[in-house]
């Protein structure tokens, strides 16, 4: 059963090297600039562009919602930006959530997002009760697919052409995350 108070308020989760937080309006000006970079965006599949006025706004309602969570990733280390990481479609019939994640390029490829995503779902699984988590990568973002297969998710599927990025169609790839199988991981 999902714990609708787990999902309607967004806890700070530490890490080793990676804290996640609230996200709030003391991200709308990293997040904005996050927006800027050409690859952030076409690894995120993200068309459309965003005013300042709109991400500060966005920023400063995040508290507000009760049926997601938004987190920015920052790092321990330097309390820097390093990304975001939201968990949308949250389904309490059927106990499952999506969740997507981006981490902004100074922090690519450092094993930033797996220990994110290891974070969130420890939440998800343990304090929100969902039994299912789910995503979707973009065929031509391999290190990501990497990524979340290192954290347990499994290929459960391809929807082909699901994104026209640059005048090329791009296959989605859906992937998915049992509380059932997270659980068999954390035993040594």
Request: aromatic share 8%.
């Amino acid at each position: 059963m999902i714990n609708a108070a787990a999902v309607a308020t967004t806890p700070t989760l530490t890490g080793p090297r990676i804290r996640l937080v609230p996200l709030g309006p003391q991200h709308a000006e990293a997040v904005f600039a996050s927006l800027q970079d050409a690859e952030s965006n076409r690894l995120t599949g993200t068309h459309q562009t965003f005013t300042r006025e709109a991400i500060d706004a966005f920023c400063a309602s995040r508290a507000d919602q009760d049926d997601r969570l938004d987190w920015a990733i920052e790092d321990v280390a330097t309390g820097q930006y390093a990304g975001g990481i939201a968990v949308n479609e949250v389904d309490a019939d059927n106990e499952t959530a999506g969740f997507r994640i981006d981490l902004v390029a100074s922090h690519r490829g450092r094993g930033l997002g797996p220990e994110a995503i290891e974070l969130m779902l420890a939440h998800l699984f343990e304090q929100v009760g969902v039994y299912r988590v789910d995503l979707e990568v973009f065929a031509f973002n391999p290190r990501a697919q990497r990524a979340y297969e290192k954290v347990g998710f499994v290929v459960e599927g391809r929807v082909r052409g699901a994104l026209l990025w640059d005048g090329e169609r791009v296959d989605t790839i859906v992937m998915g995350l049992l509380r059932d199988d997270w659980k068999a991981r954390q035993t040594p």
